[in-house]
């Protein structure tokens, strides 16, 4: 499957602050990928170093097998972009403001717009500033489709927007990818990346610390797993166990934490006489405090200096 996005030991530092380090992705053609950490983690940043929006301190970084640092505008006409911050010209409406990037590529198709501006439920008509968070942000999210581009690059698309909306923003971008085109999401939401993205990469501090994909990011997480007895839970064979931990007992229940796989609590639990099971499977807002939760104390870190928008 040919790559759309790929980077070679990527790196950003912004003097004495960290920025990104030795970041290596593959994006493949027509899937949706994730792009997941906490603010600060390096997400901005390596978005805006694919776009040469700034120039990576080492490394490569290549999109349409084009290096982003050498010829970044063959790379602009074949994306849609939707920063974190969408800040345009406040006297503007939202109509002119879509105009305006519409002519910048050569026109656009002005019914596919118009079903952009409708199924976003937008007023077009209000001037940008008039507009609260949400409606900018649909605005932009119009911008960036509506030229029915290649390749999405959508950092934190739907922040400020309404359930109902977001449900629309996931309608298209299905539309969008089944017509061959692939999507680089980047996002602190777990949920939403759940229902849409293929694959994911989950980037702490700057460095890459896994990529796989969304069903199995969950083995990561841990289990909430409930046994209970006819009479005392056989509470040291349990400890025996890998990845079991916080235990606790209470009458003829045993509560546990099962990290990883949950196959051998089970088959000891069969073994050991078990009247009842209860285990809660983890969700991937779980998966993330689990994968970020293990170590007690992480030093703080900018991913830009001040300034730089993340």
């Known amino acids: 499957m040919t790559s759309i996005i790929r980077t070679e030991k990527l790196t950003k530092s912004y003097g004495s602050h960290r920025g990104i380090v030795d970041v290596d992705l ?26 040469d929006l700034i120039r990576p301190t080492s490394g490569k970084a290549y999109v349409f097998d084009i290096e982003s640092s050498v010829d970044p505008t063959s790379i602009h006409r074949r994306i849609g972009y939707l920063p974190g911050e969408f800040a345009l010209y406040d006297r503007l409406t939202g109509r002119q403001t879509l105009e305006y990037f519409g002519n910048l590529r050569g026109g656009v198709d002005r019914a596919y717009q118009a079903e952009l501006i409708e199924r976003f439920d937008l007023d077009a008509s209000r001037r940008f500033r008039e507009y609260s968070k949400g409606n900018k942000q649909k605005v932009g999210l119009v911008a960036a489709l509506q030229h029915r581009p290649e390749l999405l690059l959508l950092d934190e698309p739907t922040s400020g927007l309404d359930p109902l909306v977001q449900q629309t923003f996931f309608g298209l971008l299905r539309e969008r990818v089944q017509d061959g085109a692939t999507a680089f999401l980047s996002s602190h939401i777990l949920s939403e990346v759940e229902r849409s993205c293929d694959r994911v990469a989950i980037i702490r501090d700057g460095r890459l610390v896994q990529v796989d994909r969304v069903d199995a990011l969950r083995d990561l997480a841990h289990h909430q797993v409930e046994l209970r007895f006819a009479g005392e ?4 064979e349990f400890k025996k166990l890998a990845g079991v931990s916080d235990l606790a007992v209470e009458d003829h229940l045993l509560r546990l ?49 001040a300034g730089e928008v993340n």
């Open 233 to 236: 839970p056989p509470v040291e």
């Open 257 to 305: 934490r099962v990290f990883g796989p949950i196959t051998p609590v089970v088959q000891a639990a069969a073994r050991l006489g078990v009247t009842d099971f209860l285990s809660r499977e983890p969700s991937l807002e779980e998966t993330f405090l689990a994968q970020y939760g293990r170590e007690s104390a992480e030093a703080p870190a900018a991913e830009a200096p």
């Open 26 to 51: 593959e994006v493949r053609r027509g899937e949706v990928f994730g792009f997941l950490g906490p603010n600060g983690a390096g997400k901005t940043t390596t978005i805006r170093v694919l776009l």
